[in-house]
């Protein structure tokens, strides 16, 4: 028995690589925009891309309406987020010069190192089962990312 082999002529051949060659460029091209976190001059990298991590983990945490199990899955979250974001320097420290620079920038880790070890609480208090616990360390860290919003985010205009 012989196998036939249907292969595309060579013109044929070249208008499907030019058409594959002009989407690719097309998806290229095609950038989407994201909001402003305000924590990076651009809207890439690590601190972008973390703190967008950590908002969309504060979401799912109000969302989550007592589900213990989607909190833990936010509090997870949240501590990837937070490992990404904690080593960036906000551009409102980076502005800074000398010892203000310096203050900024360690209270700003010292900040991130207290948020992760409340993402921690939260998660064990979930994974405990202690429905009030949760509910008062979601408080508490929604304390704490206010704080951080003021002191650390660039003011929208």
Known sequence: MTKFEVRPAPARRSLILG????ALACALAWTPTFESTGFAGVD???MHDGME????SFRSLRR???DLAKITEGAVGMQKAIALCKGETPDTVAALEGDARAAALKEYRIQMIELMKESLNLERAALEGDAEKVQATIRTLQGMQKKGHDQFKKDED
């Open 64 to 66: 989550a309406k007592g």
């Open 44 to 46: 890439d990298g690590p």
């Open 53 to 56: 991590s950590l908002n969309r």
């Open 19 to 22: 058409a594959g060659v002009l």
